[in-house]
Nanobody, 115 residues
Framework: QVQLVESGGGLVQPAGSLRLSCAASGFTFSWKTMRWYRQRPGNERELVAEITTDGRTATYADAIRGRFTISRDNAKNMLYLQMNNLRTEDTAVYYC????????WGQGTQVTVSS
């Protein structure tokens, strides 16, 4: 079965950095576009970034463009999100996502940006 397991969240000060990871299994990872979403307190889940199967093309939400970088390692079935210059408004639960007929989600990883 499809499994997505996020890790790497935590508490960080404003302007700090974190790297999120997502371990994928149960499907052919290299065949699927992968996405990171986040859900900020009191808000709906929103798309943060997505990356094509070969890793060559990435798209980003306006709020994080230039600060976050999505990447993948198809040999390891891993998805990453490098987050730099974090802001308090980036505080959220971050989710890994794949669409295979339906949406699959991990359990999420909490990122808290606070001084």
């Amino acid at each position: 079965q499809v499994q997505l397991v996020e890790s790497g969240g935590g508490l960080v000060q404003p302007a700090g950095s974190l790297r999120l990871s997502c371990a994928a299994s149960g499907f052919t990872f290299s065949w699927k576009t992968m996405r990171w979403y986040r859900q900020r307190p009191g808000n709906e889940r929103e798309l943060v970034a997505e990356i094509t199967t070969d890793g060559r093309t990435a798209t980003y939400a306006d709020a994080i463009r230039g600060r976050f970088t999505i990447s993948r390692d198809n040999a390891k079935n891993m998805l990453y999100l490098q987050m730099n210059n974090l802001r308090t408004e980036d505080t959220a639960v971050y989710y890994c996502n794949v669409r295979i007929v339906e949406n699959y989600w991990g359990q999420g990883t909490q990122v808290t940006v606070s001084s």
